[in-house]
């Protein structure tokens, strides 16, 4: 069975092309020849296009507007990153020389408390971990029978009397501060000698001071006198200072005088300590 195949006429495009320019050159002959003549055309050429013109010009400044609006909202965005990231890197940095700043501090003050008492053999620690509350009562330093530690080694810090030592693990040692309600600490005053208690009470030090008691009414304690351990504690080594007296006055039974005390250490801020390695017991340092 034949197929019958309809064939398609086609125009040759040179044709086209040679057509249209023959037109193109025929009228510019004439616009040439015979000037105006063409202008309705012209006009009427322009008055179809130029709308058409200003409207795709229109179209492809709004375009190329979103574009350039886009890339720079891309580069804000990519900017605003860096920024951030910069400025983050920075404030860990100012962060890193802060604390780097205060470690220095507190290594610095307990060099020179090192030097006050050249006669013991001291280490240094760190706090690690401390009880519930606003302040160092009790906590827990990163030292321990390793390092030669042992129960009731005096702990110093920050100009002076820290705490004592009660517990003692392998790489571990806890200490109790002298503002703990449980701490009584024996004490004299540095110009007289003459002997006092040290209490500790929590309550109390939200003032910042310590109880001051048992001093007979006519020792010469007095205000801004400085307190320090005295030679005849069971645990403290002597002459470790503890602060300074404060309101000292006549008890009531007429017998004894109280006052308060202002510790010589901040224990709000406690961060690195000394440990004394000699035992006000046996006057001997301890072995691990």
């Known amino acids: 069975m034949k197929h019958n195949k ?18 193109c050159v025929s009228l510019l002959a004439v616009d040439y020849f015979k000037p105006g003549l063409l202008k309705p055309v012209t006009d009427a050429v322009h008055s179809v296009l130029l709308p058409m013109q200003k409207g795709l ?8 507007d979103t574009a350039y609006d886009y890339q720079s909202l891309e580069e804000a965005r990519e900017e605003n990153k ?24 507190e290594l610095r003050q307990l ?3 090192s030097g006050q008492y050249t006669d013991y053999e001291m280490t240094g620690a760190r706090v690690i971990q401390k009880d519930a509350g606003n302040w160092y009562h009790s906590f827990v330093i990163d030292k321990g029978a390793d390092d030669g530690l042992q129960v009731d080694m005096n702990v110093i810090a920050g100009g002076g009397l820290v705490g004592i030592i009660t517990e003692v693990g392998p790489n571990y040692a ?20 003459d002997t006092c208690i040290v209490s500790g009470d929590l309550e109390l030090y939200e003032e910042g001071r310590l109880r001051l008691g048992y001093i007979d009414k006519d020792d010469n304690v ?41 510790p010589a250490v901040d224990f709000d801020h406690l961060q690195t300590v000394l440990v004394i390695k000699t035992l006000k017991v046996t006057g001997e340092e301890g072995q691990s």
């Open 82 to 105: 860096a920024l951030r990231e910069e400025v983050a890197s920075l404030r860990e940095q100012v962060n890193n020389y802060q604390q780097g700043q205060i470690e220095l501090e």
């Open 6 to 23: 309809k064939k398609t006429s086609s125009f040759p495009a040179r044709y086209v092309l040679f057509i249209l320019m023959l037109l």
């Open 222 to 262: 007095w205000d801004d006198d400085k307190i320090v351990t005295s030679n005849i504690s069971d645990k403290y080594l002597p002459n470790i200072l503890i602060g300074y007296a404060q309101d000292i006055q006549v008890d009531s039974n007429n017998v004894t005088k109280s006052g308060y005390l202002i």
């Open 111 to 113: 060099f020179e408390l």
């Open 174 to 193: 806890r200490v109790r501060s002298i503002i703990d309600d449980d701490s009584n600490v024996s004490a004299m005053s540095l110009n007289s000698g």
């Open 57 to 64: 010009n229109h179209l492809g400044t709004g375009f190329a």
